[in-house]
Nanobody, 115 residues
Framework: VELVESGGGLVQPGGSLRLSCAAS????????MNWYRQGPGKERELVAR????????DYASSVKGRFTISRDNAKKTLYLQMNSLKPEDTAVYYC?????????WGQGTQVTVSS
């Protein structure tokens, strides 16, 4: 299993970014996928989750209405569209899936929201 995030960077408050997570080594369309983040000095937290088909999504209250999780099962790619970014969104963002009893993580992509 391999998960590779991309799309992070430095953005001003109020700006937007789209993160991607390219998946390989498993049948992507069979598994729910998640985005987590870990800010400086904070614990890792769940940001958003999406069902295997993409028909069901859920968000942390802190990002609801600003972030959108989606997936393209044909491309084996997970996305996180982040709008109206705030300084408190600064974190390393991780792609995650759970297969059986094992959690798999990408290497993370840094998002910094600052003027």
């Amino acid at each position: 299993v391999e998960l590779v995030e991309s799309g992070g960077g430095l953005v001003q408050p109020g700006g937007s970014l789209r993160l991607s997570c390219a998946a390989s080594g498993f049948t992507f369309s069979n598994y729910a996928m998640n985005w987590y983040r870990q800010g400086p000095g904070k614990e890792r937290e769940l940001v958003a989750r999406i069902s295997s088909s993409g028909g069901s999504t859920d968000y942390a209250s802190s990002v609801k209405g600003r972030f959108t999780i989606s997936r393209d099962n044909a491309k084996k790619t997970l996305y996180l569209q982040m709008n109206s970014l705030k300084p408190e969104d600064t974190a390393v963002y991780y792609c995650n899936t759970r297969i059986g009893s094992t959690n798999f993580w990408g290497q993370g992509t840094q998002v910094t929201v600052s003027s």
